[in-house]
């Protein structure tokens, strides 16, 4: 088992830096799934972590110059790593404006994820800053339980507004309420909806676009204007919308209204529901269609879920990386699923 | 179901409608007062006044003008309910407190009459929300029968003067103590705490000192708990008049410029300790 990687590029550390801090305000112990191609943070624990599962994904050769792994064996080529969040993110901190990052799997008496930063100096020595992470390797047997979540094509899905805005009125909402009420339709309109004794709050948004459906089928019989409703914890949402950190230009919302076959049907006392968020930041002229991240994994061990909201994140930029190669299209992808209350 | 669209009411169905292009002008001034979570609103075609009292001792009165308001009909002679002003706050600032430059908060307020919710419709940037805040069985305000005509001293300071000594109060003191006097110390404010008792007196030609009309020497001591959520008028304001009556009563009147150049009242009154009397007798 080997892991060994470097970043020479001041934006792409800067822009790893942001991602490990956007982990850390999520989630304090996270598994870190290393593979050939991609680098994964992963969030799996619901009961844990109170409903929230994360995914995220970051395509390795848009962030290291130099990247060596070996997995455990030829077949399960792959590392499974836990970790504490706000160590790696504690650690890349120290990294800005470094001259570059090294990180590389080490055994000191116990398994580290050892961080070593190069920084600038005025005179030519150079100055070395070492972080050792404690960390525990995940057996294989145990992997599965950390497969990336799947969700069937969702019913309704729509731009989201700018996530300020949105963070702010869900902020002021949760002042109020602890469970928000998220509407969407495929005419472009978003509600947030809080409803107490006291008080009934709702903001609309519209306009806001709906994306263009991922397959041709199901989704498009729906009449335009029917709203498909979610219901959500509202710390959770803020956690997301408080913790995001990369500043995506766009962000893509996707509800399921009627989507997960549950394994235990009768469990569940509210017609099943499910809300994916995604994001993206678009620099290029067409992006892809956003179809393959917006997956809801069945959840039957908790009694209380009914349904599952899901958030994605995913950001794209056209990045120099290497001279020679003009741009290359960077792509990250952070997927948070919740449990509906 | 909430009202989706304010126009399809007709205004003559409602008892208060008030339209404001800056929401901030209104959750400003509702801010100075917010040490309790319910308030009473009375409107008539002046504008309108809220009210938030705490045992029975301190009164503190928000006036808004009609003025203010870019559109304001009160169809009745005056309509009076209680709110939640925590609420209110929370509904009025959901497009958030520190709005970025450029960008205003449009409200329109609207309320039926006895037993109807208040209606609030935001605006900003085209998106729209919508508020139903039940309201409350008006409660019977306090009435503190402080006449201008009983006024033994008065004192108007620039609030700067003001603001660092009740921001930095020594709150392990029960009571604050003001002393308003013709001769020296003028005006002093002392405070009886663990650390021992500090007293700060603001000399009568001091820049600060709008007016100075003091024609007896009074010694009052007023809980400092009921006096310290005064603080927040204070800060917003540019003014501060200071008053005692033959009872000792204390009124604070806060002069509040919003950022039009509008202006508004805040006024705090209250009671005084008892014990001083207790102590003097």
Same mark, same amino acid.
């Given at each position: ?5 470097? &970043? ?11 991602? !490990? ?27 844990? !972590? ?74 030519? !020595? ?6 050792? &992470? $404690? ?15 799947? &969700? $069937?094509? !969702?019913?309704?899905? &729509? ?101 997960? $076959? ?32 917006? *997956? ?17 994140? *995913? ?27 | ?281």
């Amino acid at each position: 088992m080997k892991f060994r990687a470097k &970043i020479v590029d001041a934006a792409c550390l800067n822009h790893f830096t942001r991602v !490990s801090a956007m982990i850390a305000k999520l989630a304090k112990t996270c598994t870190l799934r290393i593979s050939p191609e991609k680098l994964n943070f992963v969030l799996s624990d619901r009961a844990a !972590s109170a409903g929230v599962s994360m995914w995220c994904e970051l395509e390795q050769e848009n962030f290291f110059s130099e990247f060596q792994m070996e997995g455990i064996s030829a077949e399960n080529n792959a590392i499974y790593l836990d970790l504490t969040a706000e160590n790696l993110s504690r650690a890349l901190k120290t990294a800005q404006n470094a001259r570059a990052l090294k990180i590389k799997l080490t055994n000191k008496h116990f398994p580290c994820l050892t961080v070593s930063i190069e920084l600038l100096s005025v005179s030519s !020595s150079s100055r070395v800053v070492t972080h050792d &992470i $404690p960390v525990k390797v995940i057996p294989r047997k145990l992997w599965k339980d950390l497969q990336e979540p799947t &969700i $069937p094509d !969702s019913d309704v899905s &729509i731009y989201l507004p700018a996530l300020k805005t949105m963070k702010s009125i869900v902020e002021k909402m949760k002042n109020i309420s602890n469970h928000l009420i998220m509407e969407a339709n495929l005419s472009g309109e978003l509600n947030l909806k809080i409803e107490t004794e006291l008080v009934c709050v709702t903001t609309h948004f519209k306009d806001l676009g709906n994306p263009p459906p991922a397959s041709e089928d199901a989704s498009q019989e729906r009449p335009p204007e029917q709203m498909a409703e979610v219901h959500i914890d509202i710390r959770k949402l803020l956690q997301f919308l408080a913790g995001q950190q990369v500043n995506p230009t766009r962000a893509v919302c996707k509800l399921h209204a009627n989507p997960v $076959p549950f394994t235990s049907p009768a469990k569940v006392s509210h017609p099943p529901g499910a809300l994916t968020f995604g994001e993206e930041a678009q620099v290029l002229e067409n992006p892809p269609p956003l179809a393959s991240w917006d *997956q809801v994994r069945p959840e039957s061990s908790h009694p209380h879920v009914s349904g599952e909201l899901e958030l994605c994140f *995913q950001k794209m930029q056209a990045w120099p990386v290497q001279p020679g190669k003009a741009c290359l299209v960077r792509q990250e992808r952070i997927t948070l699923a919740f449990s509906l209350v | 179901m909430p009202l989706l669209t304010p126009q399809t009411q007709e205004d003559g169905d409602y008892s208060l409608v008030a339209s404001l292009d800056n929401v901030r002008h209104l959750s400003t001034i509702l801010k100075a007062i917010h040490f309790r979570d319910h308030a009473t609103c009375f409107a008539t075609k002046n504008g309108i006044k809220v009210t938030v009292e705490n045992a029975k001792c301190v009164q503190a009165n928000a006036f808004i003008q009609a003025g203010i308001f870019q559109e304001f009909i009160v169809q009745e002679e005056s309509v009076t309910f209680r709110i939640n002003l925590t609420i209110l706050l929370d509904c009025l600032s959901i497009f958030g407190s520190s709005p970025m430059p450029g960008t205003l908060t449009a409200l329109r307020m609207c309320y039926q009459g006895y037993g109807y919710p208040l209606m609030l419709f935001l605006e900003e940037g085209g998106v729209v929300t919508v508020c139903k805040i039940n309201t409350q069985e008006p409660e019977e305000t306090l009435d503190f029968d402080f006449c201008s005509t009983n006024v033994i001293n008065k004192i108007i300071l620039q609030s700067e003067g003001l603001r660092e000594a009740f921001s930095e109060l020594d709150m392990t003191s029960e009571v604050l103590q003001i002393t308003m006097s013709p001769n020296k110390p003028y005006f002093r404010l002392s405070t009886f705490g663990n650390a021992g008792s500090s007293h700060l007196d603001y000399p009568k030609d001091s820049d600060l000192m709008e007016s100075f009309q003091c024609n007896q020497t009074q010694v009052n001591r007023y809980k400092i708990s009921l006096l310290k959520p005064s603080t927040k008028a204070l800060v917003l304001s540019c003014k501060v008049s200071i008053r005692t009556d033959n009872r000792g009563f204390l009124s604070l009147q806060y002069m509040i410029r919003n950022e039009d150049g509008q202006i508004c009242f805040v006024e705090y009154y209250c009671c005084p300790d008892e014990e001083v009397s207790e102590s003097e007798s």
